[in-house]
């Protein structure tokens, strides 16, 4: 039987005092705290994901100030085989930028220009702030066509790597939909790095790789024209009622969205600061929409026996409070401040989603927690959940997974760092095509592309 032997890198004196001549001392971070830093994102989101990359961590962390910097410091990792590991705003939530072998994390975060807003197209380094794009391409008569819930802290290179839509989905799509990118720019991992730009539909084969295909150093995204919202609550006991009502305004096209987010009761209870907004024992709805349209959506919400509780006006520039920090992962993340034994899955429901759901809260009272997101797929609205599930054990969330498949619906394992395991893969084989032109060596983020034949930190023995 065939075994496999790790064999971890040695970063040694000469390593490092090479990259401190290239960005200088302060930006080349040893001690443990800093290291264990920025090498992790959120990955406590799993209990199995805890377990199994707790203990990982690099052996040091560069911080990269330009681009200069950052070919110089590739040539050196490459030139002494040293593993990659690319960081952005690290606000993922499946070990992407945690390394499995070691080696060097290279945090972007300094590179984080906006090169232009012209034309309606954000074009940025990678390490630039999603919330800063937004806020100078509002002034423009602008605003970005998807951001994740966490775009305060999220970058770029982050979002297009390790993420795949949020608010603005309902609208826009995905980050994959349509023409929403225009181009990306890769860097190779070699001696001597090469740059090649991927655009329109070819930057499909970039996308949500986790920086194992390549190194992000430009984007382009399309932006849309921008609007003002308003931010409502909706509330109501009759959970097929709300579910009717909400799916209705969904796909009512007329109704400019941002937002279409939808809550069991228990879950809204994790919302301590909306809490007076939130009845107890009301299922609840979560709205934004163009602001001189909305009291015709509360007029119809009414008029169909929902509550509304609150209105949010818009604000330029944005400020809190977001709903939208309760939503998407968010959601999760307050049911675990709460209760830390609560995690999520991801599914696509079908057509027949109204009678899927009721098997589910069926077959696991109490143990899943509904929560549904709607977004635009393929030109058509697409309901999509990440429902809350009370963990027991690693058996028991895959026997969920499973009645998830039986009864149709499809699902996206948000349990694993692996690329192939997470869903949204159909491409894989153009994938790891680019990453024997990109990463010749197999050094960036080794071991998540799992059907990447060539992992030079992994030897077979027998």
Known sequence: ????????????????????????EENV???????????????WYSPILKKQLENKQADIAVKIGDLAELQAVVSI????????????GGTGNYGQCIPLYRGVVLDITKM???????????????????????????????????????FVKSTMGGFLCGGSGGIGSITHGMIRSGDNMKSITFMSAEEEPRFRKFEEEEVLTTLHTYGTNGILVEAEMRLAPEVAYDQMIFVSRDWERLLDWTDGVARNEAIHKRLVSMFEWPVPVNFLSLKKYLPEGNHVVFLTAKQ?????????ALKNGIDHTRTIPHTEPMKPPYLSDFT????????????PTMTNYQMSFGPNFQE?????????PGEIQMHLEWIKADDNPLLISLPLIKYSSEERLQ???????????????PHTYILEEGGMHPDIEAKRALKSEMDPHGILNPGKMATYPHNPFVMAIN
């Not at 012209?118 to 794009?133: S, T």
């Not at 001189?292 to 119809?300: F, L, N």
């Not at 026997?399 to 394992?413: L, P, Q």
């Open 112 to 150: 984080n220009r906006i090169l232009s807003l012209d034309g309606g197209v954000a074009r940025v380094e990678p390490g630039a702030r999603l919330f800063a794009i937004e806020t100078e391409a509002r002034k423009l008569g602008w605003e970005m066509r998807c951001l994740p819930t966490t």
């Open 356 to 364: 899927q759901i009721r098997l589910l809260l069926k077959k696991f």
């Open 77 to 88: 990792c490459a030139k002494n085989r040293l593993p990659i590991t690319l960081r952005g």
């Open 1 to 24: 039987m065939t075994q496999s032997k790790v064999i971890l890198p040695k970063i040694n004196d000469r390593h490092i005092s090479s990259f401190k001549e290239v960005v200088g």
């Open 399 to 413: 026997e969920i997974a499973d009645y998830f498949t039986e009864i149709g619906i499809s699902t996206a394992n």
């Open 292 to 300: 001189e349209q909305c009291p015709d959506v509360i007029a119809d």
């Open 328 to 339: 998407w992962n968010h959601t999760t993340l307050w049911a675990m401040k709460k209760d």
């Open 29 to 43: 971070l040893t001690d443990f705290d800093s290291v264990e830093k920025l090498s992790k994102d959120f990955y």
